[in-house]
């Protein structure tokens, strides 16, 4: 860890109350939809209505006739506009070319074919309902099997493979497997999520002089965004402004911008007006990006001592006809053998085009490996006979293997799976609970616990983009902090994390601190909220850039009073000089100094006090660790699942804001918890979306998850500030935790299916169906 | 499009308007009456974000026409506050307890206890909690809207026990 930051840490690892949450909870937020613009335009979409099939004819006349239209474009009349999209890298994919708008063929239900703009959303709507398409329908490519099997989803290509990942050769792997002791094995499959930001999608793109542009958007990234669209459309990158100061929710959906929102923007730049697209609830849950919907068969082999010497996956993924980047599981192959000592190891995954809306990346998209491995680890220990956390404690990394690299050399050294296993196992009494369970299935009430612990790759580094992050902060002219950061919020609560960074590293109070994040021009490039990073990487470039700009307030101090830079401290706000309390100014005016009087600073200093720092962790990914317990009753008249306790268990270095933390931990259990049970983006035999409703697409509500408890362990990081990230370990964690604790409870009735999410008439027909044997 | 003249009272102040009978209410008090607070997430009345008050009910403003809204005194989440900036009990409640991320589905959660709490009731947390079974939030695991519940009932009977 690099030193501790300087003064007592007041706000770090405190539950500061969030500065975001006055305007949240008083209606003073600013989402896109709230965004107006004199003169702005409404628009909506006409979507394809089938999900495969050349396009025969399409009448726009109609709907251009209605009043309050100002255009229809189809994709001709976008002409040069309809442009090629480029993804979140800044990069085109490989692979088909995806635009805004589809014209000869269709690919999903959904597939947007024209814009129609108008004074409007009512109008927009009313206008889109009235085009006439004629179609050449085709059966449905639906399923990963479809997409292997069938013709080609995109005509003109050879086959429906979108990607493919495989780890280095492995000529030795059959020969561990032939000589193991055990071999155990399984399919999983993890169904497809609709991704659900509580806010949709929205674009207000505003087209002005010179060549500017100024995009309003739902966005996790404002940079990503700004650079997507410049490079999209052949704009200087410098012309493109695009702010988003509230976002309801990313998750990875809105990691680039896709289809719809392109399409708005070059309706706007088409028009030279403001247009606003905001994507309703029945559009999100059938042509917002979706997410999982992946298959993976794999293969634990265990030597006689149930230690792990072999693991074996072919995996396959859904990508859907547009994917934002076609996904194969290059994630999943990297981190599939978790935090446990290396085996021989093989991965093979492919990717497939399907007529379904494309894949996005949703919290931690390689998430299956945990699931896969961590089911499949209890499946083992029920088949060799030995309890699953001792065959845990057996395979996991711990203090004597470090170094260590997983099998396909990504470095480990500093995780702490044993230890945040021991701490849970102080929490929860096993024998007391196997007792319990014993009594209740006697009664017909299945109980079961289920444990599960993980490695989640946090501020992973190694592309362009996500690579480092900058912190532009200044102490301005009245001795106020502003602090320029290139992240991005959708709830993380930037604003007063990384204030409390600020105000600790400064010496400042929190309430002095402002930050800003939401406008692209503001501050240098950085990614935003993609793969845990703000805090690790944008946390350390604030504490670099705080300290030199506290280093240049002690030496426009000790020069001024006359004293040493090393006697100088900062502290709320308080200038001191060791042993001369009279001497003491407030930063304040320190900062009057730095501003106003030029000839009182040390000779050949810069007025004003301002630092930039850019910084980069010093490893490829930043290792948090948890294990998490929980315990279910399954009703065995319903097959109804109630959870009953959840533990959680994690390191995730020093912690800025435990309540943050925690947030974030609660907030991916429960998506785990809707990936278990509830949650399934279904169609029916066309290819038609069936849960386009919250009626339909079940979210978990507040009766659905139960209260979570928390134990922390900390071990630093070794990059600056010791953080480690959190974001997505909840639905990482959560899923495996779950489906363990079900097949305990189900352990009468042998195994769980394999295929989530696991709903009372699945449970029900096991049940049943032991019943029946 | 027929527009109809309609009058009604939001957050204490009058307004009058001419609204199509198709214009929902949610719809107008965002776009025409600027009350940008209420959020819109479902438009089919499940997720529980455009909860507002109309004369002394919970209501989803994305289920209710304007024109039905002639004569009737709405609150919005803009409204609940002291004029002096001193937020209602259940926004400080929510504050203190981390009970929001994102703050999208947060207006529509605020509303709904406001009104269970209004006139100085103390509803059992019980009874919060299956009215929040109405509400959608994607961020919180709703850890912190229990605890806010708890406060509001002064139960303090869930929490961290690890």
Not at chain 2, 76 to 102: F, I, K, S, Y
Request: net charge negative; charged share 20%.
């Amino acid at each position: 860890m690099s030193e501790p930051i300087s003064g007592a840490a007041r706000f770090i690892g405190q539950r500061v109350l969030r500065k975001e949450d006055l305007r949240l909870l008083t209606g003073r937020g600013s989402f896109v939809d709230d965004i107006t613009v004199p003169g702005m335009l409404h628009a909506a979409f006409v979507r394809g209505e089938i999900a495969c099939g050349k396009v025969i004819s399409m009448d726009l006349s109609q709907a251009r006739e209605v009043p309050g239209v100002i255009a229809v474009f189809a994709a001709e009349d976008l002409g040069a506009q309809n442009v090629h999209l480029a993804n979140m890298h800044l990069s085109y994919s490989p692979g088909i070319i995806s635009r805004p708008l589809s014209s000869d063929y269709v690919a999903y239900v959904g597939d947007p074919l024209a814009i129609v703009v108008a004074e409007s959303r009512y109008i927009a709507e009313d206008a889109a309902a009235l085009a006439v398409i004629e179609y050449e329908a085709e059966d449905p490519i639906i399923t990963i099997a479809d997409a292997i099997a069938g013709r080609p989803v995109h005509p003109g290509t050879e086959n429906n493979l979108a990607a493919e990942v495989n780890a280095p050769p492995n000529d030795k792997i059959e020969g561990v497997f032939a000589s193991a002791a055990h071999v155990v094995g399984a399919t999983f499959k993890h169904q497809r999520i609709a991704q659900s930001t509580m806010e949709t999608r929205g674009v207000v793109s505003t087209p002005g002089g010179d060549n500017q542009l100024t995009v309003h958007i739902g966005c996790q990234s404002t940079h990503v965004f700004a650079g997507v669209i410049a490079k999209n459309f052949g704009l200087d990158h410098t012309k493109v402004r695009v702010i988003a100061k509230d976002v309801g929710g990313g998750f990875g959906l809105k990691a680039q911008p896709w289809r719809e929102e392109c399409a708005a923007i070059a309706a706007s730049l088409l028009l030279n007006r403001p247009v606003k697209w905001i994507e309703d609830r029945l559009e999100a849950l059938t042509t917002s990006n979706a997410a999982r919907e992946q298959e993976i068969t794999i293969r634990m082999a265990f030597d006689g001592d149930a230690r792990m010497v072999g693991l074996d996956a072919e995996y396959a993924s859904n990508n859907g006809a547009h994917p934002h980047t076609p996904d194969a599981g290059m994630p999943v192959m990297m981190f599939l053998t978790g935090p446990y000592r290396p085996p021989s190891y093989r991965f093979r995954g492919r990717a497939w085009h399907t007529n379904t809306v494309g894949l996005g990346g949703y919290r931690a998209p390689w998430a299956i490996e945990a699931f896969a491995r961590e089911v499949l680890l209890d499946k083992a220990a029920r088949q060799i006979g030995i309890d699953a956390v001792e065959l845990r404690r057996r395979n996991l990394l711990s203090g004597p293997d470090f170094p260590a690299a997983n099998p396909i050399g990504i470095p480990i050294d500093d995780i702490t799976p044993m230890e945040c296993l021991d701490k849970l196992l102080t929490k929860i009494d096993v024998p007391a609970f196997r007792a319990e369970q014993a009594a209740a299935r006697e009664d017909g009430l299945y109980l079961g616990l289920g444990i599960a612990t993980y490695i989640e790759p946090t501020a992973m580094t190694g592309v362009m983009i996500l690579n480092s992050d900058v912190a532009h902060i200044r102490i301005e002219h009245d001795g106020k902090v502003t602090a320029n950061l290139s992240t991005h919020s959708q709830g993380h609560g930037v604003e007063t994390t990384h204030a409390q960074v600020i105000a600790d590293t400064l010496g400042v109070p929190i309430d002095d601190v402002t930050i800003f994040q939401e406008d692209s021009t503001r501050v240098g490039f950085g990614a935003g909220a993609a793969g845990s990073r703000q805090a690790v990487i944008a946390g350390g470039a604030a504490i670099r850039a705080s300290k030199l700009l506290l280093e240049k307030v002690k030496q426009i101090a000790a020069h001024a009073l006359n004293a040493s830079a090393e006697s100088i401290t900062v502290e709320n706000g308080i200038v001191r000089v060791a042993g001369a309390e009279e001497m003491s100014r407030t930063i304040r005016e320190i900062a009057a100094l730095a501003y106003g009087e030029p000839h009182r600073l040390p000779p050949g200093m810069e007025m004003g006090l301002e630092a930039q720092n850019r910084y980069a962790p010093p490893s490829f990914t930043t290792f948090a660790s948890a294990a998490h317990a929980c315990v279910v009753e399954v009703d065995g008249d319903t097959g109804f699942v109630t959870i009953k306790r959840w533990i959680s268990s994690e390191d995730c270095g020093v912690q800025i804001n435990p309540a943050v933390v925690e947030g974030q931990i609660a907030g991916g259990l429960a998506q785990a918890i809707g990936s278990v049970l509830l949650e399934e983006f279904t169609f029916d035999d066309r290819a038609n979306p069936t849960a386009v409703t919250f009626k339909d697409y079940l979210l978990p509500a507040i009766s659905d998850v139960p209260v979570i408890e928390f134990t922390h362990i900390t071990t630093p990081a070794k990059g600056e500030g010791g953080f480690r990230g959190v974001g997505e370990g909840g639905i990482i964690i959560g899923v495996p935790t779950l489906v363990n604790a079900i097949a305990d409870a189900m352990t009468p009735f042998g195994d769980l299916p394999e295929d989530l999410p696991l709903t009372p008439p699945k449970l029900l027909k096991l049940m049943q169906s032991k019943t029946a044997a | 499009m027929s527009e109809h003249q309609i009058q009604l009272t939001v957050n204490t102040r009058p307004v009058q308007a001419s609204v199509e009978a198709r214009m929902t209410l949610g719809d107008f008090l965002r776009s025409k009456a600027g009350y940008t607070g209420l959020h819109l997430a479902c438009e089919h009345g499940v997720c529980g974000a455009c909860t507002i008050i109309v004369d002394g009910l919970a209501v989803r403003s994305c289920l209710m026409f304007a024109v039905q809204a002639d004569g009737a005194e709405v609150t919005t989440v803009e409204g609940v506050a002291n004029a002096d900036g001193t937020l209602h009990p259940v926004q400080q409640a929510m504050r203190e307890c981390h009970a929001l991320q994102c703050g999208f589905c947060t207006p529509g959660v605020v509303m709904t206890l406001a009104s269970l709490t209004a006139d100085d009731a103390r509803p059992a947390a019980d009874t919060m909690l299956k009215a929040l079974s109405g509400h959608l939030c994607r961020c919180t695991g709703y850890q912190g809207i229990r605890k806010a519940i708890d406060k509001l009932a002064e139960a303090g009977t869930t929490g961290g026990r690890a």
